[in-house]
């Protein structure tokens, strides 16, 4: 067995050096000079990072794209294959491509690198979406064509045809043609553009690669303008493949690189399959000890990027463990500003001065990673002033982290249950809050790109800005839902004790309601200054039963916030709110309002509200998080979590 291994060891070593030895050169290449990188540095790494990850970032139509870090050291990567070109031989040149590219420009921050059948670029810039670049290469034959007359119409004419057809393809962006000339030959022409160009920035930059045919190339047979946006070509033989190669990624259950067929009667089949099997040996070998090291990391960037396809207008960004480590004096004890069962929260300072709140995955959370990853996968879609913006993550050695913008006055919870902090939250400013977080949820329920219930709305999960103004967070609990859906079933129910409405607790049953259970129960706390889940009285009636028995007996002053009282001539609208909150708690789901209808009744006084009957009622827990339905077994690896195992029962109110 040893002799075997020390054998494959050997191959495995001598076939690497021989891959690398061997790439062939670019037929043209550009380094921009004026924008350089040291060793060692920030964009090096982000660099590294980015080509990494290139070749199996394949979406389709041959075209490839990644990138790392944030600015000013980010590093963008593309890279695109002929249209014509099959899968093995679009990664095997893009492979090339970024050995032999990082080999020629070893220090430009910007370079491209031409193959016959793809290219590669890299930037420090933003390269997707955008066909500003202005580092077109001419390459052409130095032998003039042997029959100019009319061969720079002919041309035109003809990648006119092709760049038409390309800007109008479609995802590929991939036209070829040929054209009959007036002295019996021919010339074949190709126009690409990469898939990310609309139609219209795709058409601009193919003409602005013909435009420069005139200044550069009018007699010559055989050329090239090409830019790592967009690309033409003519020449007066078949260099392209008649029947395009339709390019799709792997599947993720099959390797990326499909090896052809030994045949016992071709010497050439044999070589090439020969080529072809130490390569693929190669790439699979390191792509399977990448794997070994960094699995759990590579599955959880893969699932966030497959699931963030639109945030390319969003500041997003991924960050470096060392920034995090350096905004947060190395997650030091003075800068926790809370706990939850996601795990600590920091407060942090990026380089540029701004304060960030920089959630740190506890490594002993049971549920914290299925968490991370919704909460990327969400909030980075989310983007609406009464919800927490989400200014990036990072994903490195261990360590699972979510940077967001900085709270200044923390959770609400943190004011509102506090007996000096209080008095800060007159009437007005409580008001302002209620409907922050009604205008979040109806953002969340009806007006975002994906419909999305919260599943864990609650005081300690509404931040307060500088201004008081409240921001809904924490979407590690949220679910998807599909519009079309009036209400959905889940055996794993999720959530906060006292704040989650009784069908979702016993059934299963979850909806837009669900939420609107739990900001009832946000409006009544908000009003009475109570905490639902410690609330008790002398004749231990649950929270709700009491706000509903003092409004059934028209005593709420009972129940509302000395404070407010005093002095306060917002008295209609506080026992208003309390009439809307109880609407919002009542234990038929159907009755319930939408939260549209809530934001309605809070700003049109003049609507009349319904009576409410009771509301749900709960015996008290001690418990925070409920875990799963379907596993009375198995912690759920916090403190906070515990199994739901509550009963109910239908009470009247004394």
């Given at each position: 067995m040893m002799p075997k291994l020390m054998f494959l060891s050997f191959y495995f070593i001598c076939s690497l050096n021989t891959l690398i030895l061997a790439q062939p050169d670019f037929f043209s290449k550009y380094c921009d000079p004026d924008f350089n990188y040291t060793t060692n540095s920030s964009f090096q790494i982000n660099l590294n990072r980015a080509l990494a990850r290139l070749p199996a970032s394949n979406s389709g139509y041959g075209f490839l794209s990644s990138s790392s870090g944030q600015n000013p050291d980010t590093a963008n990567t593309i890279a695109l294959c002929r249209g014509d070109t099959d899968l093995v031989s679009c990664l095997t040149c893009v492979n090339n491509s970024i050995v032999k590219l990082?080999?020629?420009?070893?220090?430009?921050?910007?370079?491209?690198?031409?193959?016959?059948?793809?290219?590669?670029?890299?930037?420090?810039?933003?390269?997707?979406?955008?066909?500003?670049?202005?580092?077109?290469?001419?390459?052409?034959?130095?032998?003039?064509?042997?029959?100019?007359?009319?061969?720079?119409?002919?041309?035109?004419?003809?990648?006119?045809?092709?760049?038409?057809?390309?800007?109008?393809?479609?995802?590929?962006?991939?036209?070829?043609?040929?054209?009959?000339?007036?002295?019996?030959?021919?010339?074949?022409?190709?126009?690409?553009?990469?898939?990310?160009?609309?139609?219209?920035?795709?058409?601009?930059?193919?003409?602005?690669?013909?435009?420069?045919?005139?200044?550069?190339?009018?007699?010559?047979?055989?050329?090239?303008?090409?830019?790592?946006?967009?690309?033409?070509?003519?020449?007066?033989?078949?260099?392209?493949?008649?029947?395009?190669?339709?390019?799709?990624?792997?599947?993720?259950?099959?390797?990326?690189?499909?090896?052809?067929?030994?045949?016992?009667?071709?010497?050439?089949?044999?070589?090439?399959?020969?080529?072809?099997?130490?390569?693929?040996?190669?790439?699979?070998?390191?792509?399977?000890?990448?794997?070994?090291?960094?699995?759990?990391?590579?599955?959880?960037?893969?699932?966030?990027?497959?699931?963030?396809?639109?945030?390319?207008?969003?500041?997003?960004?991924?960050?470096?463990?060392?920034?995090?480590?350096?905004?947060?004096?190395?997650?030091?004890?003075?800068?926790?500003?809370?706990?939850?069962?996601?795990g600590p929260v920091y407060k942090g300072e990026l380089q540029d001065g701004r304060l960030v709140a920089v959630k740190r995955l506890s490594r002993d959370s049971g549920q914290g990673e299925p968490q991370f990853k919704n909460e990327v996968m969400l909030v980075a879609k989310l983007h609406h002033r009464n919800l927490v913006g989400l200014l990036g993550f990072c994903l490195e050695e261990c360590e699972r982290v979510l940077i967001y913008e900085y709270m200044p006055n923390s959770s609400l919870d943190k004011i509102l249950f506090d007996p000096d902090k209080r008095s800060l939250l007159d009437w007005d400013t409580r008001f302002n809050i209620i409907e922050g977080v009604a205008r979040g949820l109806l953002y969340l329920h009806e007006d975002s790109r994906v419909r999305i219930i919260h599943?864990?709305?609650?005081?300690?999960?509404?931040?307060?800005?500088?201004?008081?103004?409240?921001?809904?967070?924490?979407?590690?609990?949220?679910?998807?839902?599909?519009?079309?859906?009036?209400?959905?079933?889940?055996?794993?129910?999720?959530?906060?004790?006292?704040?989650?409405?009784?069908?979702?607790?016993?059934?299963?049953?979850?909806?837009?309601?669900?939420?609107?259970?739990?900001?009832?129960?946000?409006?009544?706390?908000?009003?009475?200054?109570?905490?639902?889940?410690?609330?008790q009285n002398q004749d231990n009636v649950y929270f709700l039963s009491y706000a509903w028995k003092n409004w059934r007996d028209g005593t709420l002053s009972n129940i509302i916030d000395p404070i407010l009282l005093k002095g306060s001539s917002s008295l209609n609208d506080i026992i208003r709110s309390i009439h809307i909150a109880l609407l919002c708690v009542q234990k038929n789901v159907t009755d319930r309002p939408t939260i549209s209808a809530v934001v309605l009744m809070l700003n049109s006084f003049s609507l009349t509200l319904q009576v409410p009957s009771e509301p749900a009622f709960f015996i008290p827990y001690s418990g925070d998080h409920v875990g799963a339905l379907e596993d009375t077994s198995k912690g759920s690896g916090s403190q906070d979590n515990s199994v739901n195992t509550a009963s109910f029962s239908d009470m009247t109110p004394r």
């Open positions: 990082r080999e020629i420009c070893p220090n430009q921050r910007v370079s491209s690198g031409y193959y016959d059948n793809c290219l590669l670029s890299y930037s420090n810039d933003i390269i997707l979406g955008k066909n500003n670049i202005n580092d077109f290469v001419e390459e052409y034959m130095d032998i003039n064509a042997t029959n100019v007359a009319g061969l720079l119409e002919d041309v035109l004419k003809l990648l006119g045809n092709v760049t038409t057809q390309a800007a109008s393809g479609g995802q590929l962006k991939y036209a070829s043609g040929t054209m009959g000339r007036a002295n019996g030959t021919a010339i074949y022409g190709l126009a690409q553009c990469t898939p990310d160009l609309t139609n219209e920035q795709c058409r601009d930059c193919l003409r602005d690669a013909v435009a420069r045919l005139d200044g550069c190339c009018r007699i010559k047979m055989g050329v090239r303008i090409l830019s790592p946006k967009c690309n033409i070509r003519y020449e007066d033989h078949l260099f392209y493949d008649d029947v395009n190669v339709n390019i799709s990624p792997p599947s993720q259950a099959q390797s990326p690189f499909v090896i052809p067929a030994r045949s016992n009667t071709s010497v050439t089949r044999i070589v090439t399959s020969i080529v072809m099997t130490t390569a693929a040996f190669v790439m699979i070998v390191v792509s399977i000890c990448i794997f070994i090291m960094l699995r759990r990391r590579k599955l959880l960037e893969e699932s966030i990027e497959s699931k963030i396809v639109d945030t390319s207008t969003v500041e997003f960004s991924e960050y470096d463990l060392g920034t995090v480590r350096r905004a947060t004096d190395d997650f030091s004890e003075e800068n926790k500003i809370g706990h939850g069962g996601f599943r864990d709305l609650k005081a300690s999960n509404i931040l307060l800005d500088a201004k008081m103004n409240a921001k809904i967070t924490d979407f590690g609990m949220a679910r998807l839902f599909n519009p079309d859906e009036t209400q959905g079933n889940t055996r794993r129910v999720v959530g906060t004790y006292g704040y989650m409405a009784p069908e979702y607790i016993m059934h299963g049953q979850f909806s837009v309601k669900l939420d609107v259970f739990s900001f009832g129960v946000v409006l009544l706390e908000l009003i009475t200054g109570q905490q639902n889940q410690s609330f």
